[in-house]
């Protein structure tokens, strides 16, 4: 009731490679920590099946740490019926506005054009797992599947999410500290009272 989530997941760290730089162009930038822009240039179709390879893991709070644990481990999926689902999401708030942005790639298979994503943000309100304050890291792949198998694209992220107390939690700790100071001294004064009239009595 008293505290707060950013709502918006932090950027710390971000990273995208192209592995076919003369047909796929990939260019971003973060801002504030907490919007991305992100741009796509597909120069050539790229018939055959797509497929996806996304990780999750839970990192130490301490940076460096070992301590770490795995979230999510998805291999080989569809990239194109995951790609139908998330044009199928939409807002609680805004009906009918979907949560994938529809300047990205919003069609199978993948065909040339410029496809972006302008001041996206990460809002931990649409996620569908509640996610407890901590360091993250997700990894996307982007894989080919024609004559060969061949690695398109990838993209690592390193977030955090912070939950931070608010100023009425921190108003309402000293008030409740202060009572209880109050209140001791009063509980003090008390005793010595009674103590001094058992005296008297004997």
């Given at each position: 009731?008293?505290l707060?989530?950013?709502?918006?997941?932090?950027?710390?760290?971000?990273?995208?490679?192209?592995?076919?730089p003369?047909?796929?162009?990939?260019?971003?930038?973060?801002?504030?920590?907490?919007?991305?822009?992100?741009?796509?240039?597909?120069?050539?179709?790229?018939?055959?099946?797509?497929?996806?390879?996304?990780?999750?893991?839970k990192?130490?709070?301490?940076?460096?740490?070992?301590?770490?644990?795995?979230?999510?481990?998805?291999?080989?999926?569809?990239?194109?019926?995951?790609?139908?689902?998330?044009?199928?999401?939409?807002?609680?708030?805004?009906?009918?506005?979907?949560?994938?942005?529809?300047?990205?790639?919003?069609?199978?298979?993948?065909?040339?054009?410029?496809?972006?994503?302008?001041?996206?943000?990460i809002?931990?309100?649409?996620?569908?797992?509640?996610?407890?304050?901590?360091?993250?890291?997700?990894?996307?792949?982007?894989?080919?599947?024609y004559?060969?198998?061949?690695?398109?694209?990838?993209?690592?992220?390193?977030?955090?999410?912070?939950?931070?107390?608010?100023?009425s939690?921190?108003?309402?700790?000293?008030?409740?500290?202060?009572?209880?100071?109050?209140?001791t001294?009063?509980?003090?004064i008390?005793?010595?009272?009674?103590?001094?009239?058992?005296?008297?009595r004997?």
């Open positions: 009731m008293f707060y989530t950013l709502l918006n997941l932090q950027f710390d760290e971000f990273y995208s490679k192209s592995f076919v003369n047909n796929i162009i990939v260019s971003y930038s973060v801002q504030n920590m907490e919007t991305i822009n992100y741009n796509m240039s597909v120069k050539d179709n790229f018939p055959g099946k797509l497929l996806m390879h996304i990780f999750a893991r990192l130490d709070t301490v940076p460096g740490g070992k301590n770490s644990q795995e979230m999510l481990k998805m291999k080989n999926l569809d990239f194109c019926q995951a790609l139908e689902s998330l044009r199928n999401m939409t807002f609680d708030d805004f009906q009918g506005e979907s949560l994938w942005p529809s300047t990205f790639l919003i069609s199978c298979p993948l065909t040339p054009g410029f496809y972006y994503v302008d001041n996206a943000s809002d931990v309100r649409h996620f569908p797992l509640r996610i407890v304050d901590g360091r993250y890291l997700v990894q996307f792949e982007l894989i080919q599947v004559d060969e198998v061949v690695k398109l694209l990838n993209c690592k992220i390193k977030l955090t999410k912070t939950t931070i107390e608010s100023k939690e921190k108003t309402r700790k000293k008030s409740r500290f202060g009572n209880d100071k109050s209140d001294k009063a509980t003090s008390k005793e010595l009272e009674l103590s001094s009239n058992v005296k008297c004997h």
